[in-house]
């Protein structure tokens, strides 16, 4: 079965820094991965997808992602974060065929963001 | 595009009362439908899913059951709620071509 770790449960970054979430999967074949944000009491919106092809994928709100086979990971990535940024984002795995099996998704990691 | 709604936004109910709650879709028609329920602190758990009116499949034993009963519309239910019960229940849709999901904006439901 497929799995996916964010090691991370917290990070705090200054505003205008730049960010990486780091998300690992464990899963046989090329999985479909995700990255969502949600903000607090809300539901969780999609930032980006990686099905296939260019490795670097852009997402909504200037995320971007970068999946790499080797390392089994799918790290999140925005050049300078902002205030607004602040949430908790979670990384998912899918499979072709998986269909209603639905994603299995990391546990989050919760971004601070000090002004 | 498709539109996700879930009534009530937030509840409170007591330990031994019954639970509904309700997901509706718009926008789109045969969606695969999801509850998922995340507690604090921690990730998303898949409850139940759906790719069907009728056809509810189940991830984990508990207190609580799911029903379709039509085609965009996906209620999850109780007849005891508990007091490990309370979280935030999200209901999400996908569709027969696509791994994607797409999620509503949650129901937090507390019980005292």
Known sequence: AQSVTQPDIHITVSEGASLELRCNYSYGATPYLFWYVQSP????????????????????????????????????????????????????????????DGLTFGKGTHLIIQP | SQTIHQWPATLVQPVGSPLSLECTVEGTSNPNLYWYRQAAGRGLQLLFYSVGIGQISSEVPQNLSASRPQDRQFILSSKKLLLSDSGFYLCACSFASQETQYFGPGTRLLVL
């Open chain 1, 41 to 100: 009491g809300q539901g969780l919106q999609l930032l980006l997808k990686y099905f296939s092809g260019d490795t670097l994928v852009q997402g909504i709100k200037g995320f971007e992602a970068e999946f790499k086979r080797s390392q089994s990971s799918f790290n999140l990535r925005k050049p300078s974060v902002h205030w607004s940024d602040a949430a908790e984002y979670f990384c998912a795995v899918g499979y072709s065929g998986g269909g209603a």
